[in-house]
């Protein structure tokens, strides 16, 4: 029988009534016959007992404040390591003297598991004999400044959208030390495996900034531009680019580059600025300066580019802003680049007209190319290419790259010609012939173009130029092995000689590696690129030469990964971008 509960303690049930779910009454204290059993119990003449009593679990201190506790610990051991870390770096970098072009020794494979991709820029002296763009590679000042002096006098006039101050390089660094790295890796890029190590330092530093700190910073688009324009036509080829070029992108419209500034005069199909219009409060749009307009073109130049050539579906989309931009950098002029700018604008406001002809031409049912709409459609565009070309200023019309970009437009505009086959001829009598022949004809002037280059221009080319011409070469390799009837094709082989074409640009680019730092100072750390591209200039002569040998056996369409070429010619690192970049076409035009 259980204990009698002490005074004051709460009565638990027996275990009958806890069983029944019964109300347990006790009996008074004063029942001396039964004191201890229940009022049910002792009517039905039931054996009552109590259960024991147990024991309460206490709660104990709540632990999610020793966790957040924890974890502040944890970052600030692990900013305390960083910073004692930068500081053995810095102390390390000032007492070791830099080699002639600014690259500490670094032994392969080796890796610093404990970089950091984010330092903030430290404040440097003046005096300082070096400045680590990444541990191993380092630059001193006075070199920095004969880099930047090279950016700008060889590497602008190629992508003239991110010229640099006036400052010397001590507060370039200061005030934009992600562009000074970004630069110097550009025009003079250290050994491969340092390359590799600041690639993806950079990558880090980008999405770090951007996406966890949520920068919205001029300098990080500009970074991205130079990093963008010179890098290998490989890069694009494996579509390394997608996330940073997606990133520049939402960056510039967050930035507010993509509109116009000041106070709109009417919703811009933004919720946000709908509501804001409702409640008359709207917000003043951040003034542009000439900079940020031309970050934004250099972007859309560059994914227009992209869109055009390598078929990617996502651009910036070209805007009536845009052409305020265009008008206020040509009316200006801060920089003697800024009216090539305008012009390289305009010519690929005219490249969006054969995009926009031929896009997604395959899907459109029962098609019939080079009759109706799109032979006013050809017609009309090469008439505006006219026009535009013929209204150059004097000093421009022969500058190389609206030479070149023309040269491309009409390659891409007069290519779908080449690949119609069956039904889809057009009914004008010889109209396909001669538009063949107006693309072989473009073909040569872009070769033509190229070749006009001095060798020592060769290592400043961004990919744009290296992109055209391998379409040149890929287009010129399918009307020169192609037998139709409507081409006329020992005509076409004796106007154009591509075997020597390709000689000459692989002797070319042979030459460009051996040139003296006296003649050319980027063409010193720059060697391996222009290497690999005068190895596939040679591949490619190679399998052309096996496909149009003596007998002059050919296919209809060749590919350039031909078992011929893969057999035994040798296939270079990278090659598969030839493959592709053959595939690539307007229209895939019906073959029926």
Known sequence: MPDVPHAGEKRRACT?????????????????????????CSSNGLECSRSEPQAKRKRGKATHAKILERKLDDIVLLLNRERDLSAQNSQAS?????????????????????????????????GAEAITIIPGYQVTLQEAELIFQLYTSDFVP??????LPNDNAYDFYRSK????????????????????????????????????????????????????????????????????????????????????????????????????????????????????????????????????????????????????????????????????????IGVRKVALRVDDTFREQSELANDQPFGGLHALAIATVEKELDSFM?????PLRSNYLLREQSAAIRVRLFEPAIHVQGSTRPQIPHLRSRMMWQC???????????????????????????????????KACGLLCMKDRDWDLETARASLSLADTLQILSERFDTATRIDAAGCASLVNRQPLLSSYAENYRAIRRWFLSKVGPAGNTSTMPTMMDPVFAG??????????????SELTYGALPNT
């Not at 770090?208 to 991205?224: D, G, S």
């Not at 919703?267 to 951040?286: C, H, K, M, T, W």
């Not at 013929?390 to 004097?394: E, K, M, N, Q």
């Open 16 to 40: 009958n009534c806890s069983r029944s779910k019964a109300k347990c009454v006790w009996s008074s204290a004063a029942d001396d016959s039964e004191p201890h059993v229940c009022q049910r």
């Open 94 to 126: 000032d007492s070791q003297p830099s080699p002639l072009v600014g690259l500490a020794s670094h032994s392969q494979g080796e890796e610093d598991p404990h970089l950091s991709f984010y330092t903030p820029p430290t404040i440097i002296d003046p």
């Open 158 to 163: 190629q992508f003239p959208f991110v010229p």
């Open 177 to 344: 030390p992600l562009l000074f790295k970004t630069v110097l890796w550009t025009c003079m890029p250290p050994s491969r495996d340092l390359s590799v190590a600041f690639e993806r330092w950079f990558r880090q530093h980008i999405a770090y900034r951007v996406v966890v700190l949520l920068e919205k910073n001029l300098e990080i688009l500009q970074a991205l531009l130079v990093y963008f324009a010179w890098n290998d036509i490989l890069y694009y080829a494996r579509s390394s680019d997608t996330s940073l070029m997606q990133l520049a992108r939402g960056l510039a419209e967050d930035l507010g580059l993509t509109k116009r500034p000041g106070i709109p005069v009417s919703p811009s199909g933004s919720i946000y600025e709908d509501a804001a219009f409702l409640r008359e409060d709207i917000q003043v749009r951040n003034q542009h300066t000439n900079a940020g307009r031309r970050a934004v073109l250099g972007l859309f130049h560059v994914s227009s580019v992209l869109s055009g050539l390598l078929g990617r579906s996502s651009w910036l989309v070209f805007t009536r802003y845009f052409d305020d931009c265009c008008e206020k950098l040509a009316t200006s002029q801060e920089c003697s680049t800024d009216l090539l700018l305008v012009k390289l």
């Open 390 to 394: 013929d209204s150059l200023p004097a």
């Open 440 to 474: 072989l004809t473009s073909i040569q002037e872009l070769l033509n173009a190229f070749l006009a280059l001095p060798v020592k221009a060769y290592a400043s080319l961004t990919f744009i130029s290296i992109l055209h011409l391998a379409l040149a070469i890929i």
């Open 568 to 581: 035994g010619v040798g296939v270079p690192e990278g090659f598969e971008f030839w493959q592709q970049l």
